[in-house]
């Protein structure tokens, strides 16, 4: 992955998975959406992101799991400045990101179990863990008799529970979901936040962009809030000068 700089290494030290310096998006030659971002999050946190629709939710989400460059600003995740990174680097940071898109990204052509099987087949592992390993994650969010069902035929809660089984499965370095419980009961929905939970135990760095507020109200995480494309809290995570050098 190439040598990294001295601001690579101390951002690495600091243990900061994400690290947003002066960050500004636009989408072609559109306006701006998000404006002059920065912010710092800690490995091993939690938060949700809120904010009205349009704020620019699902844009930060973009830029954090590289679907998408800065305008403006630089970006440093798991200590390397990834703002101008070669496509051919951004993989193996893409692998250690679990995303939930709101729009699932299920393969129709492949089963449930395939699906959520995806992750661990591109990382080597071996079949025989493979099965025995999605079956159980399934099961544990009320898939179990559906392992073999292929999203056309699953309801929209049920598709988005494949999506997040398919995300979470490999136990990723960071885990953003997007709005992850708009399709599902409020048992579904609190058993998921419970899954993210235990990842979260483990090491694993959760961002949740949601509307909900019953859920915001029963799980007190850090909230990050988006306002027309500008981050309004909390000041906690804002302060990202005292790590910061020159390469």
């Not at 030290?13 to 994400?18: L, R, T, W």
């Not at 500004?24 to 030659?29: D, E």
């Not at 679907?67 to 070669?86: N, T």
């Not at 035929?153 to 398919?166: C, F, H, W």
Request: aromatic share 6%; net charge neutral; glycine share 8%.
């Amino acid at each position: 992955m190439g040598n990294l700089t001295k601001k690579d290494l101390l951002v690495a030290a600091v243990g900061d998975v994400f690290r947003f310096e002066g960050v500004s998006m636009r989408y072609r030659l559109g306006p701006e959406v998000l404006h002059d971002i920065s912010f710092a999050l800690p490995a091993g946190s939690f938060h949700f992101l809120t904010g009205p629709s349009g704020a620019g939710k699902s844009s930060l989400m973009r830029l954090m799991y590289l679907a998408h460059r800065p305008y403006r600003g630089s970006i440093a995740m798991f200590g390397r400045d990834v703002s101008s990174l070669p496509r051919q680097e951004l993989a193996t940071f893409r692998r250690r990101i679990g995303v939930v898109f709101q729009d699932f990204r299920l393969l129709e052509h492949l089963t449930a179990l395939e699906n959520v099987a995806l992750p661990l087949r591109i990382s080597g592992a071996k079949e025989v863990q493979i099965r025995d390993q999605v079956a159980e994650l399934l099961s544990w969010v009320g898939l179990g008799e559906q392992i073999n069902a292929k999203p056309s035929t699953l309801s929209g809660g049920e598709q988005q529970r494949v999506a997040i089984a398919r995300a979470v499965i490999a136990r990723p370095q960071v885990l953003l979901a997007d709005e992850p419980t708009g399709n599902v009961d409020g048992m579904i929905a609190t058993r998921l936040m419970h899954l993210f939970e235990e990842l979260n135990k483990i090491g694993t760095t959760i961002v949740v962009a949601t509307h909900n507020e019953a859920l915001l109200e029963r799980f007190p995480h850090s909230r990050i809030r988006i306002e027309n494309g500008v981050l309004v809290g909390p000041r906690d995570i804002f302060d990202t000068s005292a790590e910061t050098v020159q390469s």
